[in-house]
């Protein structure tokens, strides 16, 4: 694993004079080389699913409302605050034909309308899902089977407790279609990427991506510890730093 990490558009990346979670976003991250785009998903009230990551309009677009509480005709005629409009998912599957997924269902009353989109995009194959809420997990695992998951919350706690301690891998199973674990380069300052962890994480076939890392320093650290991929707002930044030689350090003492 990691020839070469992957770049993971988060929220599409951020560019200039662009809004998160566009087509305009997206489609740039794709012209830059990226193939695998993250974002949030919500349903509209009439149950179609929009690319977005919170669950209203305040910070986005200035609009004291709920996504879920606005038909999709209403959402497709808000101007977002730095420009263009909410995409909805079924409409990036057909703009983004080779572009891959990593979605994540934010809330319990999207699970449905993400289970429909993919079945009628036929884009079962063209995604990873994730979430933080197991039981969302669990529904769409069921729902949606062979389809890709990242490794939940709790799912990740128990493998890297079994990696920490040195217990064998088969007290911490994954579920079948689990191909990830996506974790945060530390919380509440404990670093939680370790070599360990992905030494451990690659003996189970499983991939390690980092979230959300915008720094080239804590790049080139995390992809020295052999991580699988980086989920970035800065994307052209990140390709720089994958497609650069690793540097080389002079440890002789002086």
């Known amino acids: 694993m990691n020839s070469q990490a992957e770049i993971i558009a988060h929220r599409g990346g951020r560019w200039p004079g662009m809004s998160e979670n566009t087509l305009d976003a997206f489609t740039t991250a794709f012209d830059h080389g990226v193939i695998w785009m993250e974002t949030d998903v919500h349903a509209s009230a009439d149950g179609i699913l929009f690319a977005a990551h919170?669950?209203?309009?305040?910070r986005i677009a200035g609009r004291p409302h709920r996504i879920g509480d606005l038909t999709a005709s209403e959402l497709d005629a808000v101007d977002l605050r730095g420009g263009g409009r909410l995409p909805r998912m079924g409409d990036l599957f057909e703009a983004l034909p080779e572009a891959r997924w990593n979605i994540d269902v934010k809330a319990?009353?999207?699970?449905?309308?993400?289970?429909?989109?993919?079945r009628r995009?036929?884009?079962?194959?063209r995604v990873r899902l994730a979430?933080?809420?197991s039981s969302t997990l669990r529904r769409l695992r069921t729902a949606l089977p062979g389809t890709l998951t990242s490794a939940g919350t709790s799912e990740v706690a128990r493998f890297a407790l079994a990696a920490a301690v040195g217990l064998p891998a088969g007290l911490a199973p994954m579920p079948a279609g689990v191909d990830a674990?996506?974790?945060?380069?530390?919380?509440?300052?404990v670093p939680?990427?370790?070599?360990?962890?992905?030494?451990?994480?690659?003996?189970?076939?499983?991939?390690?991506?980092?979230?959300?890392?915008?720094?080239?320093?804590?790049?080139?650290?995390l992809l020295a510890r052999g991580i699988d991929g980086i989920v970035t707002d800065e994307v052209?930044?990140?390709?720089?730093?994958?497609?650069?030689?690793?540097?080389?350090?002079?440890?002789?003492?002086?």
């Open 192 to 221: 939680v990427i370790t070599s360990g962890l992905v030494s451990r994480a690659h003996e189970r076939n499983l991939l390690v991506h980092a979230w959300t890392v915008n720094a080239a320093e804590d790049m080139r650290t």
């Open 181 to 189: 674990l996506q974790v945060p380069v530390r919380v509440r300052g």
């Open 236 to 254: 052209a930044l990140a390709l720089s730093v994958v497609r650069s030689p690793p540097i080389r350090r002079n440890n002789r003492r002086r």
């Open 121 to 125: 995009c036929r884009a079962e194959r």
């Open 131 to 133: 979430s933080f809420h």
């Open 54 to 58: 919170d669950e209203d309009l305040g």
């Open 108 to 118: 319990g009353h999207s699970i449905a309308a993400t289970v429909r989109t993919l």
